[in-house]
């Protein structure tokens, strides 16, 4: 966390109503991180309606209010089989509300500059105390469609740096080697799921080093929003907290465009298919 390889989010609210310059600060950034942006009432029904499954798998602390998702003491492994799939959260009407209609939808049809067409199904993340997010390029899982596709990653209540919080790397849409060696994966193909599950490394103080930048981050809040382009290195930090970080990720492109055909559809086939 040393101020040449740890730093602080620059926030884009000041162009919000200057679309060719949201898409200069993207094209010089990688990210646009929108404070205060989303309906904060949506933003709360979805957290409570996700909140709402964990409890019931009793994966909180039944002492706490419900609201702030203090895990319970079980391990990863208990939460993963309690809930089973993620899909299954990403299907809850209050998260596709929030993710698939006004103000995500408005700002994509600014951005973008068309009709748009999201993704189909929701990632829906769930990070338990000790948990953090690996390194990657989303393209590697979402690559099949237009390139022309970016990732809305939407805290579902605050997400300070004591609770995983979102990480880019700074100038990695920039860095033509890698977008054209580790950028060209499919992680659907040629056993590459099982070499490394689409990550880049596991490291980020290592890959930091490597390429330079530095891991850019923010107390988010709920309401902000992070919107980011498909080869933007990220990562998260490590859950130090006793609470559950709740967030979703989601992809929006133009609908005229062709579609990763994985992610579509009422259930999505999503990585079933591997070679
Ligand atoms: O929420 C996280 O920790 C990871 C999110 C992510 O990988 C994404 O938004 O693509």
Redesign the pocket.
């Known amino acids: 966390m040393s101020l040449d390889a740890f730093g602080e989010m620059r926030d884009s609210n000041d162009l919000l109503d200057d679309t060719p310059a949201l898409r200069e600060r993207m094209a010089e950034d990688g990210y646009l991180l929108l404070r205060d942006y989303l309906d904060l009432q949506w933003v709360m029904d979805a957290r409570r309606s996700v909140l709402e499954v964990l409890a019931e798998h009793e994966m909180l602390d039944e002492k706490y209010p419900l609201m702030e998702a203090q895990a319970a003491k079980s391990d990863q492994e208990t939460f993963r089989s309690a809930i089973g799939s993620r899909a299954a959260l990403g299907k809850l009407p209050a998260v596709r509300k929030l993710v698939h209609s006004g103000r995500m939808i408005d700002f994509y049809t600014a951005f973008l500059g068309g009709e748009v067409r999201s993704f189909d199904f929701i990632?829906m993340?769930v990070?338990g105390p000790g948990r953090?997010?690996a390194p990657?390029y989303?393209i590697v899982y979402m690559g099949r469609g237009t390139t022309n596709l970016y990732?809305s990653?939407t805290p579902l209540g605050d997400a300070p740096l004591s609770d995983?919080s979102?990480m880019v790397l700074e100038n990695s849409h920039r860095l033509e080697e890698l977008k054209s060696t580790y950028g060209q994966m499919d992680v659907d193909k040629k056993g590459n799921w099982k070499k490394s599950g689409g990550s880049f490394g596991k490291d980020p103080a290592a890959i930091q080093q490597e390429f330079g930048g530095r891991w850019l981050t923010t107390d988010f809040r709920a309401g902000d929003l992070l919107v980011f382009s498909m080869y933007t290195m990220?990562?998260?930090l490590d859950n130090r907290s006793d609470r559950i970080?709740l967030?979703s990720?989601t992809r929006y492109q133009l609908a005229s465009e062709p579609v990763d055909e994985r992610w579509i559809g009422d259930n999505p086939i999503a990585h079933s298919v591997r070679e």
């Open positions: 990632w993340r990070m953090a997010s990657h989303d990732t990653w995983a979102l990220h990562c998260s970080r967030s990720d």
